[in-house]
Structure formats: structure tokens, C-alpha cells
């Protein structure tokens, strides 16, 4: 028994030490392995002005206005408290909509704009069917509310920003 | 308890008892993808934003589920070995891995293909897609680490410890998107709570369970043939090789499952 006991004691221990390392690791990295900041989060980034970074948020509804040159495209991301103006001159993703979630990567320049290179939709954790989505919009704009499934299905309201 | 998993750890019981299983689940997988195939592909609706792309979600999302669960079966079962040095354990992990790596790699490429219509890029360096690259790199070097060896037993010592040390990875994948922002969504599902509509929740689910006993399948299949192999040289194969070879070989197939 007693060898076996070991290797038990063995295996344990190499978890625990991996487990312990793998943590610490990520603890200190935290900050570095963020895909993108949100428009409030960029305040408080380090020489931000210098930075190639990325923004994300959802693009606010009513701010998407294209020039005449049919490529340069302006719109604001917003978190819902502090709203970031960006600039983007190419081909948009087919899921980039005005309430939808982007990832733009580009420079804030010294006026506060957001010039993008690249701009990527970010699709959220909701599906459903077309008629399921028009319903909900319907009874969110009677009733005001955040959409929500009722029965066993419950949306996280608000959980994604 | 303990008298089963013995028992269970002979492989002579463990080739007679997956032979009389196998069937079943064999069937049981083939209804449970084929009614999710239809299900998914054809009877659900497609969705509010990504139209009919959502469909990749139906082989994505299981393929993915079971990368990560089949990684933590190997591990499992390689530490198993490890310690108690139960044969069976040992080829279970080894035959394991190839089947997860290509669940891995079916994740991969299924999202990417629905990542270039819905992001805009085939590929982005966030942390969900980063991980699971990174479970298929430990997939791969288990293999190559099982074929490192002359000894088997030295192959199956070394490479349980590089899948124990690697299972680390695995809560990492799957709270990846909680912990840090990344371009990949947040996990529609758990306990209690849905984001995903019924409609598309149920053909997702049956295709979960269906790729689920793909695995058990293919790992009774591989772990059988590799039992034999094995035991090549002990005198319950030899009998069962000399009952099957009066017999022709079209028939084959079908008596190594009755003679028993």
C-alpha cells in the first residue's frame, strides 16, 4: 500500500504546485491578457495616446454616420456611461449594427477620437429565433422593461455590456 | 465497489463486458446525432442576427464540450494508472487522446469558419481561443510522448504526469470569457440559466449528448482493440483468435461478438 500511497501523494502534490503556479501566473497577467478595454476603462490606461490598443462596446444607437466616400465611417462606442467617438475606414463585419457590441483596435488620438484599422462585431450570448427577438423588442417597448424569457428560460439581464 | 473495479481492470472482463455494451451505445449515438443533425440543420429556426451561421453552434459547442471533458477523462484515467497501476486505466488514457485532440481540432476550425462571417477574422489572440490552442498543443504532445517510448509502461509514467500538469488548462478554457474580456462570447449556458432559446436549446442539447456517446463509443472500440493487441500473447486471445479462424472472414466480425 505504502508505494501506492505515495504516487497518490505524488500526483496530489503536482496538482496542487501546477494549480498554485497556474494561478499566480494569471493573477499577475491579469491586465495584459485583456482583449480589449471598455470606453471607461481607457482613462485610466497608462500613455494611452501612444498605445495601439483595442476598444470595445456596443455601438451607439443613432451614432453610425458614413461619409460620402462610402468607406470612412463614424459611430461612438458606449458602455453606457462614458462614450468614445471612432473613426474607421473599411469593410464592417456583418453583425456590426447600431446596439451591437464591437471590438475596434486602432489609436486614441490627442482630440479624444478613436482611429480604428480594424473593427470586429462581438456577438452576444443570446440566441433565438427572429420572431421570438421582434416579440421581445414589441413587449419591451410596451412595457419599457429589459426583455426577459419567461419559464425556464431567463436572460441575464443586463450582464452583458 | 472495489471488487468491480478489480474485475473491471482484468482486461479479459473488460473485452467481454464492452463487447455486450457497445451496441448499444453505438445505436443510441447514431439516433441521438442523426435526430440532432435534423433537428439543428433543418427543423430549428435560424437566428435573430447570425441567420442560418448559427447552425455551426450545433457541432461547434459539443465538439468543444467534449475536448475539455475528454482531456479530464484522460487525465483521470492516465493519474489512475499512475497510482494504481490498473492496465486498463493506462490504455484508456492512451487511446483518449487522439479522439480529444480531434474534437479539438473540430472546435477550432468550426469556430473560425463561423468567426470570419460574424467577428470579421478567422483568428483573434483572446484568451477562450488562445486556451484551446493551447489543449490541442498538450493533446499533441501526449501523443507524441506515448510514441517517445519503446516500454510502455515508461510511456504511460511520462505521459500521465504531462496530462495532469496540462488539466490545469481546463478551467482556464472554460472561464476564460468570465475572467477576462474577450472577443469570444460569454457562456450561454449553465446551471438553471439560459440565454439560448428552446427551439435551439434542444437540437444543441441532443447533439451534446450524441457527441458525448460518440466518445464512449470510439473509446470502447479503441481501448478493445488495443487490449487485444496487448494481450496478443495470453491464452484467452489465443482461443478467441483460434475460434475465429475456422470461421471465414466475412463472418468475422459479427461471431467475435457471440462467441462469448
Not at chain 1, 64 to 84: C, I
Not at chain 2, 12 to 27: A, C, D, R, T
Not at chain 2, 86 to 110: Q, R, W
Not at chain 2, 183 to 207: D, E, R, Y
Amino acid at each position: 500500500m505504502t508505494p501506492r500511497r505515495r504516487r497518490l501523494m505524488i500526483v496530489l502534490l503536482i496538482l496542487l504546485a501546477v494549480g498554485v503556479a497556474a494561478a499566480l501566473t494569471l493573477n499577475a497577467f491579469r491586465g495584459n491578457l485583456v482583449f480589449f478595454y471598455g470606453p471607461s476603462q481607457l482613462a485610466g490606461v497608462e500613455k494611452v495616446h501612444e498605445r495601439n490598443l483595442r476598444l470595445g462596446g456596443l455601438v451607439e444607437q443613432g451614432s453610425v454616420k458614413r461619409e460620402d466616400d462610402g468607406l470612412t465611417v463614424h459611430f461612438n462606442v458606449t458602455d453606457n456611461v462614458t462614450t468614445v467617438p471612432v473613426t474607421y475606414k473599411g469593410i464592417l463585419p456583418d453583425l456590426f449594427r447600431e446596439g451591437q457590441g464591437v471590438v475596434a483596435q486602432g489609436r486614441l488620438n490627442a482630440g479624444g477620437e478613436f482611429m480604428a484599422e480594424e473593427v470586429l462585431a462581438k456577438h452576444d450570448e443570446n440566441y433565438m429565433p427572429p420572431e421570438v427577438a421582434a416579440a421581445l423588442k414589441q413587449a419591451s417597448e410596451a412595457g419599457g422593461k429589459t426583455p426577459q424569457f419567461t419559464g425556464t428560460l431567463m436572460m441575464q439581464g443586463g450582464s452583458n455590456k | 465497489m472495489w471488487v468491480w473495479l478489480h474485475k473491471f481492470g482484468s482486461p479479459k472482463y473488460f473485452y467481454n463486458v464492452s463487447g455486450k455494451i457497445l451496441p448499444w451505445v453505438g445505436g443510441a449515438t447514431v439516433l441521438l446525432i442523426l435526430v440532432g443533425l435534423y433537428l439543428g440543420l433543418f427543423a430549428s429556426p435560424a437566428d435573430y442576427q447570425q441567420r442560418d451561421s448559427v447552425r455551426i453552434m450545433y457541432i461547434h459547442v459539443p465538439s468543444a464540450w467534449n475536448s475539455m471533458f475528454i482531456y479530464l477523462v484522460m487525465a483521470a484515467a492516465a493519474a489512475i494508472g499512475l497510482i494504481w497501476n490498473i492496465k486498463i486505466a493506462d490504455i484508456a488514457a492512451a487511446v483518449s487522446a487522439p479522439i480529444g485532440a480531434s474534437f479539438t481540432f473540430i472546435t477550432l476550425v468550426t469556430g473560425s469558419l463561423w468567426g470570419k462571417p460574424m467577428w470579421g477574422t478567422w483568428w483573434e489572440w483572446d484568451a477562450r481561443l488562445t486556451s484551446e490552442l493551447i489543449l490541442l498543443f498538450l493533446y499533441l504532445g501526449y501523443i507524441a510522448l506515448q510514441s517517445a517510448f519503446e516500454d510502455r509502461r515508461t510511456a504511460a509514467r511520462a505521459s500521465a504526469v504531462l496530462a495532469i500538469v496540462g488539466a490545469v488548462n481546463v478551467p482556464i478554457i472554460y472561464y476564460s470569457v468570465q475572467w477576462w474580456n474577450t472577443l469570444h462570447q460569454p457562456q450561454s449556458l449553465g446551471v438553471g440559466m439560459s440565454t439560448i432559446h428552446a427551439s435551439m436549446l434542444l437540437p444543441l442539447l441532443l447533439m451534446a449528448l450524441g457527441f458525448k456517446l460518440l466518445y464512449v463509443t470510439l473509446l470502447l472500440m479503441r481501448t478493445r482493440t488495443e487490449v487485444l493487441e496487448r494481450e496478443r500473447n495470453s491464452a484467452w486471445v489465443q482461443e478467441l483468435a483460434q475460434a475465429l479462424s475456422g470461421k471465414s472472414s466475412s463472418d468475422q466480425v459479427r461471431s467475435s461478438n457471440e462467441q462469448r
